[in-house]
């Protein structure tokens, strides 16, 4: 149901011995079912239905489809990427819910993989939405959702009760938003059947605030002039209509507008 990544682009940045410590943390501290997937190969772990290695050998497909499977079984999912920076790794990241880059010398990079995430997204609706939080000179977190906290971790097994209660916390708020996605679903139905050129005022009497409304609209009409189909747009836009602030979405609109003027220069 919910699935974490670990990550560094740093060789033996203990990436593998972050992610399993907090694996047995949640094992011993809840009880969730808690899964394992190593990217590599584990020499002192024993394989079973709870615990995958060598990932890297399936395809993507195969990848993606045991992910999606395991999601069904599982409650948590502990993504171990290590730091193999490979076409596979970061076709699979975005897929996460969270994402932990590890390393505090990797502002920069994690900077980058988010700017990509966000644009791959624009095109890919299978993607996730992902992330707008990245602060600290620590570990950098990529949340899914943005709030006021923002939390980064320098690695050491000191910390590893720490990040467990934060992924245990961030998957109560997930099961719940899982729950009560019925009420955004009626909610959506009834913007789909608002015709396409009375988006705005179709929003505004449906209670949505008219500045909201009207930068929403914007953003509809910038995906499409990206080559984003309308309603691959309403769909991947339509959780931060719900779920973000006025300044959140406008953050968001001017950051890809930026974003998408910087590649055509």
């Known amino acids: 149901m919910y699935l974490v990544g670990f990550y560094s682009p740093k060789a033996k940045s203990g990436v593998t011995e972050l992610s399993l410590s907090v694996f047995h943390w949640l094992k011993t501290n809840t009880n969730l079912s808690v899964a394992f997937i190593s990217y590599g190969s584990l020499e002192k772990e024993d394989p079973s239905n709870h615990l995958l290695h060598e990932f890297s050998k399936l395809t993507l497909a195969?990848?993606?489809?045991?992910?999606?499977?395991?999601?069904k079984e599982h409650d948590i999912i502990i993504y171990d990427a290590s730091s193999q920076l490979s076409e596979g790794v970061l076709k699979l990241l975005p897929i996460v819910d969270r994402l932990f880059v590890v390393g505090e010398e990797h502002k920069d990079f994690?900077?980058?993989?988010?700017?990509?995430?966000?644009?791959?997204?624009?095109f890919d609706k299978s993607v996730k939405n992902f992330i707008t939080h990245l602060q600290g000179n620590k570990t950098f977190i990529i949340r899914e959702n943005k709030g006021d906290r923002v939390i980064g971790f320098n690695y050491s097994k000191k910390e590893t009760n720490e990040i467990?209660?934060?992924?245990?916390?961030?998957?109560?708020?997930?099961?719940?938003?899982?729950?009560?996605?019925?009420?955004?679903e009626k909610i959506?139905?009834?913007?789909?059947?608002?015709?396409?050129?009375?988006?705005?005022?179709?929003?505004?009497?449906?209670?949505?605030?008219?500045?909201?409304?009207?930068?929403?609209n914007k953003y509809v009409i910038l995906r499409e002039v990206l080559g984003q189909d309308y309603y691959e747009a309403l769909e991947n836009l339509f959780p931060h209509l719900i779920n973000s602030k006025f300044e959140d979405l406008?953050?968001?609109?001017?950051?890809?507008?930026?974003?998408?003027?910087?590649?055509?220069?």
């Open 62 to 71: 195969e990848q993606k489809q045991k992910v999606k499977k395991m999601k």
């Open 110 to 122: 994690a900077v980058k993989l988010h700017q990509i995430i966000q644009f791959n997204k624009i």
């Open 164 to 184: 467990g209660q934060m992924i245990y916390t961030d998957y109560v708020t997930h099961y719940l938003n899982e729950k009560f996605i019925e009420k955004n």
């Open 188 to 216: 959506y139905r009834k913007i789909k059947k608002i015709p396409k050129e009375d988006l705005f005022r179709g929003l505004y009497e449906l209670g949505i605030d008219f500045e909201k409304a009207l930068l929403f």
């Open 250 to 265: 406008l953050d968001m609109f001017q950051n890809e507008l930026f974003f998408i003027t910087k590649l055509k220069l």
